[in-house]
């Protein structure tokens, strides 16, 4: 009997947690139609940033110069300077190379490079899927490493976690990544000889695994060929590790002071108080922050890609920031235009999963949707 | 909430673990190891390919990748290098690489080319014939050169008129004016003259691309040279093989793998770790730092590259006199010794000092600071001037120079600003006088002072607005003597006596500040012998060898 008043005691204390906790508030009901209507907001927001994006970048990348006289080498002649801009259409008053390419970009077609003459779309995805895989394990080794720092050092400010977490913090805001990537295959790779040459995805004594995805990892993984798997994780390891030293300090220090907000909410003192177990109580702290870290993480995208791009000219990784840099340099807008262009729409991609996050894990947001 | 902590620590534990044991295993073993077994060569590079069009390439990289890849008309001859494992190219010795031999009239007015027979295009096996020739030539002349500028650019210094086929195997090549078969040959060795497969490409026209330009462009491979391509991953990697039908000179390498390795630190790693065998594209430090790593061989190899400091004539620039003070206000030896650690020499002017006909006594300028401001003050800037120039972001060695010319130029009373630009907008203000000045290296790709002439001087050159067009009518007359055929010791004379007149005029003029005549420089492992040297710096797979 007092066995059975205990655990009604618990019960009932868990059910007050549960209607305070901002993550069980609202009408479930309304999860429902509220997606609909989310993703309708997010994906006309969503083309208005683009066009933004796309209309800015147009006007920058004419601010850079142009590739009409790099093209025409150094021993070019007034004609054909000339006829070479007539080619690329440069000689077109601005609005109507602006509207040329906006037609473009509605039926899937982000133009020619200037320098290469190539199509920058295939150029452009032939080198996405290194740079996402990239992205996608430093990122996966930041949340890694926050989940582990942000929880103790929460709970226990100026413990030792906590402390932990300050140097890293600060270490990884201060290390530039270029410098950190260059540590790590001194040490790594050219003093222990543990890590491989910082040359691309695999060793290329192997033959990768057929294209299905672009990524060598995933690919291999799925045509499961143990050799290329262990030798694409051995060469991915060191840039993701650089990588994700440079996107810790914002995500560990952002967490961790949401964490810290949500112990000292009245609804896990509550809990606290009314008895219910550490684990209990962790889950109920732990389902409040996902709205936050998932939002972090979406931030996260954006300065992890310009970081990709940084470890991978120091790691010779096959992304896309070698492409952009050489565009760049060359003035060749449509790849700098395409590269921006994809960016945007990573990063719009990483903000919408978070709000489409946000509406099915906190039903407050549902219902104001 | 412990036990979480001691999970979650695990598990990240393992995946660490996992992996360095994973990196342990499979990371030694770098390409170098199976590389002399397979007899491949590993190079590494500093970006991706730009373009894979011969007649669109004003890339090294590009360049390298075409010369190998495709046959050009002609390779220069070869002779002893200033050590034992360096060959280099002699300009007076005209090879046959596509073109077997060709025959030019006694006035040198026109000439007939024969192209090789026997020869195939990778791929395809198409054989290479006259069509492929007149081909290249059409493609560079339409549209004034839009397809293949610098063919088109080469074609008119040239003096090409008209060409036609005369047979399967032969082409005539008609001239506007009598052109020198030397300047001929090493013009007609460059990569802008590599020859494509025509009959693959026709098959790719269309009404709005008539010379299959668009095909060109995406194909990394319409050659016949000694290595074709044998797969390209972009941004990482491009693996040649020896072609095996190939006409000429069997590769002792009969694999390249060309890794882009965009960073400079991480190249001349690899190359300390064994992991790559050559190593391109590296800065003078880098190379400095390299020499004493007993597995790597620097070799360095006095070319006619020079750098320049051009003057638009504007503003105080207009004045002879400005621009003499400031040769004279350049620490020559200084330049040399600290920034480019003794792997340059004093240049003598407007023609390199190995260039031919080069007179060092046309060259007035040394350090003399005093001297500089009494020009200055001569010219009427007894209170100095202030220059702005433009040169190349990001590449350290020009930054340092012109950090050292900053404080030379303050000691006479000229301030001197730097504006970094891109590479395009260099090309660009090159041209343009928004900047008092400009910076760069420049590559003498044929060796004849009426080639230099026609580049730097003459009225018609297309680089007049580099240096504030300062031509005249004397001047050109005394640079169409230099351009003309020299096949009698007569012409020699009379040519090389113009081109003491010629760079007596133009360093007197002082349109250019030349701060010196620079070594190419490379580095490699130590077993790897045979570097060829050519004009262009470009590496010639096919003569490397192991020692």
Same mark, same amino acid.
């Given at each position: 009997?007092?066995?059975?008043?205990?655990?009604?005691?618990?019960?009932?204390?868990?059910?007050?947690?549960? @209607?305070?906790?901002?993550?069980?508030?609202?009408?479930?009901?309304?999860?429902?139609?509220?997606?609909?209507?989310?993703?309708?907001?997010?994906?006309?927001?969503?083309?208005?940033?683009?066009?933004?994006?796309?209309?800015?970048?147009?006007?920058?990348?004419?601010?850079?110069?142009?590739?009409?006289?790099?093209?025409?080498?150094?021993?070019?002649?007034?004609?054909?300077?000339?006829?070479?801009?007539?080619?690329?259409?440069?000689?077109?008053?601005?609005?109507?190379?602006?509207?040329?390419?906006?037609?473009? !970009?509605?039926?899937?077609?982000?133009?020619?490079?200037?320098?290469?003459?190539?199509?920058?779309?295939?150029?452009?995805?032939?080198?996405?899927?290194?740079?996402?895989?990239?992205?996608?394990?430093?990122?996966?080794?930041?949340?890694?490493?926050?989940?582990?720092?942000?929880?103790?050092?929460?709970?226990?400010?100026?413990?030792?976690?906590?402390?932990?977490?300050?140097?890293?913090?600060?270490?990884?805001?201060?290390?530039?990544?270029?410098?950190?990537?260059?540590?790590?295959?001194?040490?790594?790779?050219?003093?222990?000889?543990?890590?491989?040459?910082?040359?691309?995805?695999?060793?290329?004594?192997?033959?990768?695994?057929?294209?299905?995805?672009?990524?060598?990892?995933?690919?291999?993984?799925?045509?499961?060929?143990?050799?290329?798997?262990?030798?694409?994780?051995?060469?991915?390891?060191?840039?993701?590790?650089?990588?994700?030293?440079?996107?810790?300090?914002?995500?560990?220090?952002?967490?961790?002071?949401?964490?810290?907000?949500?112990?000292?909410?009245?609804?896990?003192?509550?809990?606290?108080?009314?008895?219910?177990?550490?684990?209990?109580?962790?889950?109920?702290?732990?389902?409040?922050?996902?709205?936050?870290?998932?939002?972090?993480?979406?931030?996260?995208?954006?300065?992890?890609?310009?970081?990709?791009?940084?470890?991978?000219?120091?790691?010779?990784?096959?992304?896309?920031?070698?492409?952009?840099?050489?565009?760049?340099?060359?003035?060749?807008?449509?790849?700098?235009?395409?590269?921006?262009?994809?960016?945007?729409?990573?990063?719009?991609?990483?903000?919408?999963?978070?709000?489409?996050?946000?509406?099915?894990?906190?039903?407050?947001?549902?219902?104001?949707? | 909430?412990?036990?979480?902590?001691?999970?979650?620590?695990?598990?990240?534990?393992?995946?660490?673990?996992?992996?360095?044991?994973?990196?342990?295993?499979?990371?030694?073993?770098?390409?170098?190891?199976?590389?002399?077994?397979?007899?491949?060569?590993?190079?590494?590079?500093?970006?991706?390919?730009?373009?894979?069009?011969?007649?669109?390439?004003?890339?090294?990289?590009?360049?390298?990748?075409?010369?190998?890849?495709?046959?050009?008309?002609?390779?220069?001859?070869?002779?002893?290098?200033?050590?034992?494992?360096?060959?280099?190219?002699?300009?007076?010795?005209?090879?046959?690489?596509?073109?077997?031999?060709?025959?030019?009239?006694?006035?040198?007015?026109?000439?007939?080319?024969?192209?090789?027979?026997?020869?195939?295009?990778?791929?395809?096996?198409?054989?290479?014939?006259?069509?492929?020739?007149?081909?290249?030539?059409?493609?560079?002349?339409?549209?004034?050169?839009?397809?293949?500028?610098?063919?088109?650019?080469?074609?008119?210094?040239?003096?090409?008129?008209?060409?036609?086929?005369?047979?399967?195997?032969?082409?005539?090549?008609?001239?506007?004016?009598?052109?020198?078969?030397?300047?001929?040959?090493?013009?007609?060795?460059?990569?802008?003259?590599?020859?494509?497969?025509?009959?693959?490409?026709?098959?790719?026209?269309?009404?709005?691309?008539?010379?299959?330009?668009?095909?060109?462009?995406?194909?990394?491979?319409?050659?016949?040279?000694?290595?074709?391509?044998?797969?390209?991953?972009?941004?990482?990697?491009?693996?040649?093989?020896?072609?095996?039908?190939?006409?000429?000179?069997?590769?002792?390498?009969?694999?390249?793998?060309?890794?882009?390795?965009?960073? +400079?630190?991480?190249?001349?790693?690899?190359?300390? +770790?064994?992991?790559?065998?050559?190593? +391109?594209?590296?800065?003078?430090?880098?190379?400095?730092?390299?020499?004493?790593?007993?597995?790597?061989?620097?070799?360095?190899?006095?070319?006619?590259?020079?750098?320049?400091?051009?003057?638009?004539?504007?503003?105080?620039?207009?004045?002879?006199?400005?621009?003499?003070?400031?040769?004279?206000?350049?620490?020559?030896?200084?330049?040399?010794?600290?920034?480019?650690?003794?792997?340059?020499?004093?240049?003598?002017?407007?023609?390199?000092?190995?260039?031919?006909?080069?007179?060092?006594?046309?060259?007035?300028?040394?350090?003399?600071?005093?001297?500089?401001?009494?020009? !200055?003050?001569?010219?009427?800037?007894?209170?100095?001037?202030?220059?702005?120039?433009?040169?190349?972001?990001?590449?350290?060695?020009?930054?340092?120079?012109?950090?050292?010319?900053?404080?030379?130029?303050?000691?006479?009373?000229?301030?001197?600003?730097?504006?970094?630009?891109?590479?395009?907008?260099?090309?660009?203000?090159?041209?343009?006088?928004?900047?008092?000045?400009?910076?760069?290296?420049? !590559?003498?790709?044929?060796?004849?002072?009426?080639?230099?002439?026609?580049?730097?001087?003459?009225?018609?050159?297309?680089?007049?607005?580099?240096?504030?067009?300062?031509?005249?009518?004397?001047?050109?007359?005394?640079?169409?003597? @230099?351009?003309?055929?020299?096949?009698?010791?007569?012409?020699?004379?009379?040519?090389?006596?113009?081109?003491?007149?010629?760079?007596?005029?133009?360093?007197?003029?002082?349109?250019?500040?030349?701060?010196?005549?620079?070594?190419?420089?490379?580095?490699?492992?130590?077993?790897?012998?045979?570097?060829?040297?050519?004009?262009?710096?470009?590496?010639?797979?096919?003569?490397?060898?192991?020692?």
């Amino acid at each position: 009997m007092r066995e059975l008043t205990v655990r009604g005691v618990l019960d009932g204390a868990r059910r007050a947690v549960s @209607m305070q906790s901002p993550a069980a508030q609202g009408v479930p009901g309304r999860r429902v139609t509220a997606w609909p209507r989310v993703l309708a907001r997010t994906v006309g927001s969503a083309l208005v940033t683009l066009w933004g994006v796309v209309s800015l970048t147009f006007v920058m990348v004419r601010l850079i110069g142009n590739p009409v006289d790099f093209l025409a080498g150094q021993f070019r002649s007034g004609q054909t300077v000339s006829a070479i801009r007539n080619e690329l259409g440069l000689n077109r008053p601005v609005w109507i190379q602006y509207v040329s390419y906006l037609n473009g !970009l509605v039926h899937g077609n982000l133009g020619r490079s200037a320098i290469s003459g190539q199509l920058v779309l295939p150029q452009m995805l032939a080198r996405l899927p290194s740079t996402l895989e990239l992205l996608a394990v430093g990122i996966l080794g930041a949340g890694l490493v926050t989940l582990i720092l942000a929880i103790p050092s929460s709970r226990r400010p100026n413990g030792i976690a906590d402390r932990v977490s300050d140097v890293i913090i600060t270490a990884g805001a201060s290390f530039p990544a270029f410098w950190v990537g260059l540590v790590l295959i001194f040490v790594f790779y050219a003093k222990l000889g543990w890590a491989p040459p910082p040359i691309g995805e695999i060793n290329s004594s192997l033959s990768p695994p057929t294209n299905i995805t672009g990524s060598i990892l995933v690919d291999s993984v799925l045509r499961g060929d143990l050799a290329d798997f262990t030798s694409a994780l051995a060469y991915i390891a060191l840039p993701s590790i650089t990588l994700t030293i440079m996107l810790v300090p914002t995500v560990l220090q952002t967490t961790r002071a949401v964490l810290l907000e949500v112990y000292e909410s009245d609804y896990i003192r509550m809990a606290k108080a009314c008895g219910l177990g550490r684990r209990t109580v962790e889950r109920y702290a732990l389902k409040n922050i996902i709205v936050p870290f998932a939002n972090v993480l979406a931030i996260t995208v954006g300065s992890g890609l310009s970081g990709a791009v940084l470890v991978e000219v120091v790691f010779s990784w096959p992304g896309i920031g070698d492409y952009v840099v050489q565009a760049m340099d060359a003035a060749d807008y449509t790849p700098v235009m395409g590269v921006v262009l994809l960016c945007a729409v990573i990063y719009i991609l990483a903000y919408g999963l978070a709000d489409l996050i946000a509406v099915r894990v906190d039903p407050r947001i549902a219902e104001r949707a | 909430m412990n036990r979480s902590i001691v999970r979650y620590s695990s598990a990240v534990a393992c995946l660490s673990i996992a992996t360095l044991a994973l990196t342990a295993c499979s990371g030694a073993g770098s390409s170098s190891k199976a590389t002399s077994a397979n007899h491949t060569l590993t190079i590494a590079i500093d970006t991706d390919f730009q373009t894979f069009n011969p007649g669109l390439s004003s890339y090294q990289e590009s360049n390298e990748l075409i010369y190998n890849v495709y046959d050009e008309f002609y390779h220069l001859g070869t002779t002893a290098g200033p050590s034992p494992y360096i060959t280099n190219y002699d300009a007076d010795k005209c090879d046959s690489m596509a073109i077997a031999s060709s025959a030019f009239s006694p006035n040198d007015m026109s000439v007939t080319i024969n192209v090789r027979k026997g020869m195939t295009f990778h791929h395809t096996g198409n054989p290479v014939n006259a069509a492929d020739i007149t081909w290249l030539f059409n493609h560079a002349a339409a549209g004034h050169g839009t397809g293949a500028p610098d063919t088109y650019g080469a074609m008119q210094f040239l003096h090409f008129e008209s060409w036609h086929q005369t047979g399967p195997y032969s082409v005539q090549i008609k001239f506007s004016q009598p052109v020198s078969q030397d300047v001929f040959c090493q013009y007609l060795r460059q990569v802008e003259f590599a020859v494509l497969d025509a009959t693959q490409i026709k098959k790719h026209i269309t009404n709005s691309d008539p010379f299959g330009d668009t095909y060109i462009d995406e194909t990394p491979d319409l050659g016949s040279g000694a290595y074709e391509v044998e797969s390209y991953t972009p941004g990482s990697q491009m693996v040649l093989q020896a072609y095996p039908e190939y006409w000429g000179l069997k590769p002792y390498y009969n694999r390249i793998v060309i890794e882009i390795v965009p960073d +400079e630190a991480t190249r001349a790693l690899l190359l300390r +770790e064994g992991s790559v065998d050559v190593a +391109e594209y590296l800065g003078q430090d880098t190379m400095a730092s390299l020499k004493a790593v007993s597995t790597v061989r620097i070799l360095s190899i006095p070319s006619r590259n020079q750098m320049w400091m051009g003057f638009h004539f504007v503003g105080a620039l207009r004045n002879r006199l400005v621009r003499q003070a400031l040769a004279y206000a350049v620490p020559y030896s200084a330049i040399i010794s600290q920034v480019y650690k003794g792997y340059a020499k004093l240049s003598t002017g407007v023609i390199a000092d190995l260039g031919k006909d080069n007179d060092p006594s046309t060259y007035p300028y040394t350090y003399n600071p005093a001297k500089a401001k009494g020009l !200055l003050r001569q010219a009427g800037f007894s209170n100095g001037i202030r220059l702005t120039c433009a040169y190349q972001q990001g590449i350290s060695t020009e930054e340092q120079l012109l950090v050292l010319l900053q404080g030379a130029f303050k000691n006479v009373g000229v301030s001197l600003s730097l504006q970094p630009e891109t590479g395009a907008a260099l090309a660009t203000a090159l041209g343009t006088p928004t900047t008092a000045c400009w910076l760069r290296e420049v !590559l003498w790709y044929i060796d004849d002072p009426g080639y230099v002439g026609y580049y730097v001087g003459s009225s018609g050159s297309p680089l007049a607005s580099w240096f504030g067009n300062f031509s005249s009518p004397s001047l050109d007359k005394v640079i169409a003597d @230099m351009q003309l055929p020299t096949t009698t010791p007569q012409q020699e004379a009379a040519q090389k006596a113009a081109a003491i007149q010629y760079q007596r005029i133009v360093n007197g003029l002082a349109p250019i500040l030349f701060l010196g005549d620079l070594d190419f420089q490379i580095g490699t492992q130590t077993t790897v012998c045979g570097y060829q040297q050519q004009p262009d710096s470009l590496l010639y797979y096919a003569a490397f060898r192991a020692c």
